[in-house]
């Protein structure tokens, strides 16, 4: 139990003094900021590929059948 406690404090130290809340705040920060342009690409793309089908169904399903 004694040596739980001494690692319990010593993983506690060493947090405060690497300033892990501030570190995981940066981490978390530019990640949000990383996924904006993810985004975008993934989404541009996926328009690029489903933008034809997709007009060409509409354009079937909009036309008067002879």
Do not use: K
């Not at 406690?5 to 506690?12: A, G, I, W």
């Amino acid at each position: 139990m004694r040596n739980a406690s001494l690692r319990l404090r010593y993983l506690l130290n060493r947090c405060v003094e690497d300033r892990l809340n501030a570190s995981a705040a940066a981490l978390t920060f530019v990640s949000l900021f990383a996924l904006v342009p993810l985004l975008t690409v993934t989404l541009s793309i996926a328009s690029a590929l489903l933008a034809t089908p997709l007009a060409e169904l509409f354009a079937t399903e909009q036309s008067p059948s002879a």
